[in-house]
C-alpha cells in the first residue's frame, strides 16, 4: 500500500507504473509537462486551481512548458538576420501557435478538435510565476531536470523536455 499518491497528466508515453497516468484528458495532477499550453487561459486557470485543491499542504507541482521568452528571442535574433520568413518558423514550429490549414471535412475537424496537438497559450517563467501564485501556490521557483527534493519526479521527468522550457515547482 503506498503512502503517497503521484499522479501525472499529459504524459503521453511516459506512464510508469509508480505513477497514476492520464493523457489526452482533462484530469489533474502534480506533476505536468508541456500540456497546460494546449489549455485556453480559461482552462489553464481552472487546472492550477484545481490542481492546488487536491494537493495536501506542502505537496509539490511540477510544470514543464515551452518557454514563450526564449522564443520570442530566437524570433527577434532570426528576424534581425533577415530571415523573411522568421515569422513562420515562430509561429508554425517555435511556439505551435500558427495554423497551417484550417481542418476541411468532418473527419479533419473531429482530429483538430480531439488531438488539440497546437497550443493555444504559451508561457514565460514571470506570468506562470503569477499564475501560480493568484491560484495559491507559494514556494515558487525555478527548477531542473531531476532537481526535486522528492526522487519520484525522476520516474517522469525527461531531459529533453526542460531544454528551451520554463521549469517550475512550486508548493501548496
Known amino acids: 500500500m503506498r503512502s503517497k499518491v503521484y499522479i501525472h497528466y499529459g504524459c503521453g508515453l511516459m506512464a510508469p507504473e509508480e505513477w497514476l497516468n492520464f493523457d489526452v484528458s482533462p484530469t489533474l495532477g502534480v506533476y505536468c509537462s508541456h500540456t497546460l499550453g494546449h489549455l485556453s487561459l480559461h482552462d489553464f486557470r481552472a487546472a492550477l486551481r484545481n490542481t492546488f485543491k487536491i494537493l495536501k499542504p506542502g505537496g509539490i507541482f511540477r510544470c514543464v512548458l515551452p518557454d514563450l521568452e526564449h522564443s520570442a528571442r530566437e524570433y527577434i535574433k532570426t528576424l534581425d538576420s533577415g530571415d523573411m520568413l522568421a515569422s513562420i518558423e515562430f509561429l508554425e514550429k517555435?511556439?505551435?501557435?500558427?495554423?497551417?490549414?484550417?481542418p476541411k471535412g468532418l473527419k479533419d475537424f473531429i482530429r483538430s478538435f480531439w488531438g488539440n496537438s497546437y497550443h493555444l497559450w504559451i508561457w514565460d517563467t514571470k506570468s506562470l510565476t503569477e499564475e501560480l501564485?493568484?491560484?495559491g501556490f507559494r514556494e515558487?521557483?525555478?527548477?531542473?531536470?531531476?532537481g526535486c527534493e522528492d526522487k519520484m519526479f525522476q520516474f517522469v521527468e525527461e531531459r529533453r523536455r526542460f531544454e528551451n522550457a520554463v521549469a517550475i515547482e512550486s508548493k501548496k
Open 94 to 102: 517555435s511556439t505551435m501557435l500558427g495554423v497551417t490549414n484550417r
Open 140 to 146: 515558487i521557483r525555478n527548477c531542473s531536470f531531476n
Open 133 to 135: 501564485e493568484n491560484a
